[in-house]
């Protein structure tokens, strides 16, 4: 079980409100923010149509990118409300659970490209909390998702942390990188005043598509061969920041705060929200499984959320420079084990294993999938104090080698399991594909 304070759902005290145009539309728009009671969760209402319907911010109401391409939309029928994701990376920064926003156009006002007029605005209204706890969602099993070169992994973790590469084929958009562990405090300063951005030779064309139709120079960082056109950046890697408050907003439409890591490589909108898909079916084998969502204390996993070195170190007999797993993320008892390992370009393997073009021995691997495996099969209570010796390893195939910075997830199942002897299918995976994997049997003896 996730050890942490319990927090209350937040909403805000009094109705406040503001305007602008939309990014993409340049239509005029108003907009009022109004509290709502706990477990309403955010919701758009169209006040300008009839009936004035209501659409909820949740990945069921997401509107395919091919209708809204570029942006975060929800909608139902010919009802929309576009480009969501600013607004919404304000209210997960804050941790505004319940909201009411009267809107009488279809998209959210762009302001100056960043969440922080929306940030600045919500927090006038003042911030109210509610007499219910919080429906936090923990990530409990790796996740990976990946199209066109870019990648996110989502792995368990006591607190909601989000690691942003940035790659782009252009002399100003150098590879960045920024890792942030959020918090109200850090969204204001590190991130809802970072903007959005376009290059300078498809901004044309995106207008020519219908695209971008309210944006200029103040409310778009437009980034030519030699820098940004008529404007100063916030920070030198605003880019990035502003790639993750795009991320922070569309993870929002999971409808909970995340307990979890979030490793994003080159994501934009379309992968986000793959992710957030994928986050959501999690969720709901979960909930079928009848583990479900509880309050702020997270999820209560079935044996264990997972071991430290130091309780590694009270199983396995184990040491540096032997011992190949710095943590379990994820521990079922005689059933499961997933482990993580980091593997730096200091690691003693490396230096003489190719060391022209380092890669990790596979025999290596094997025997960290076996010290899971053996983790796995020495938890249960009957079987503490014992050993698990490594007897047999078959079926092994090595797909993909593993290099230096690479995080390898140590996944094994248990097979058939006895008394005194153990079968188990492994596999290590490195950014969701299967690099090695095998069956290994061990015999269990006294120590």
């Known amino acids: 079980m996730v050890t942490q304070d319990t927090e209350k759902q937040k909403t805000i005290q009094k109705e406040v409100s503001l305007n602008g145009i939309g990014l993409h539309t340049a239509n005029k728009v108003n907009i009022k923010f109004k509290p709502a009671d706990v477990n309403c969760g955010i919701n758009f209402i169209r006040t300008d149509l009839p009936d004035q319907p209501k659409i909820k911010a949740s990945i069921d109401n ?43 156009n279809n998209e959210i006002p762009g302001l100056d490209g960043s969440s922080l007029g929306f940030f600045e605005v919500l927090n006038k209204a003042g911030i109210k909390q509610q007499e219910k706890d919080k429906n936090y969602f923990a990530i409990r099993d790796p996740i ?48 809802a005043s970072a903007r959005t951005f376009c290059l300078e030779n498809e901004a044309a064309g995106l207008q020519n598509q219908g695209m971008g139709q309210g944006a200029n120079y103040e409310n778009t960082l437009v980034v030519g061969k030699e820098g940004v056109i008529k404007n100063t950046l916030r920070f030198d890697d605003e880019f990035t920041r502003h790639k993750i408050l795009d991320l922070l907003g569309d993870l929002y439409l999971l409808g909970s705060p995340i307990k979890g890591h979030i490793i994003a490589l080159r994501s934009g909108h ?10 959501i079916q999690q969720r709901q084998r979960y909930i079928a499984g009848g583990v479900g969502i509880i309050d702020a204390t997270g999820y209560q996993f079935s044996s264990g959320e997972g071991l430290g070195i130091e309780e590694i170190k009270k199983i396995l007999p184990h040491r540096d420079p032997f011992l190949f797993v710095d943590r379990v993320l994820h521990l079922e008892e005689g059933k ?32 960290a999938l076996a010290q899971v495996g053996g983790i796995m099969m020495l938890s249960p ?35 058939k399991i006895r008394s005194k002897t153990g079968q188990v299918h492994a596999k290590a995976l490195v950014e969701g594909k299967v690099v090695a994997e095998a069956d290994l049997m061990f015999a269990l003896v006294e120590s």
Not at 270 to 279: A, D, T
Not at 348 to 367: A, S
Not at 400 to 412: A, M
């Open 270 to 279: 379309s992968l986000n929200l793959k992710m957030v898909k994928k986050l």
């Open 144 to 191: 990976f998702v990946e199209e066109d070169g870019a990648s996110i992994v989502a792995l368990p973790e006591n607190k909601f942390r989000i690691s942003y590469t940035l790659s782009y084929e252009h002399p100003m958009l150098k590879s960045g990188y920024l890792e942030v562990s959020m918090d109200p405090e850090l969204f204001k300063e590190e991130i």
């Open 336 to 367: 499961r084990a997933t482990g993580l390992k980091n593997l730096s370009k200091d690691d003693y393997f490396f230096k003489g294993h190719f060391p022209g073009r380092p890669v990790m021995p596979g025999v290596l691997i094997i025997e």
């Open 381 to 415: 209570e009957e079987n503490r104090g014992k050993l698990a010796f490594f007897m047999a390893a078959n079926n092994i195939k090595f797909r993909k080698t593993v290099l230096p910075g690479d995080q390898l997830i140590l996944d094994v199942t248990a097979g």
């Open 62 to 104: 997401l509107l395919a990118p091919s209708r809204s391409p570029r942006r975060t939309s929800v909608g139902h029928g010919n009802i929309e409300v576009q480009t969501i994701e600013h607004l919404m990376a304000a209210l997960a920064g804050i941790g505004i659970d319940n909201i009411n926003i009267e809107i009488d």
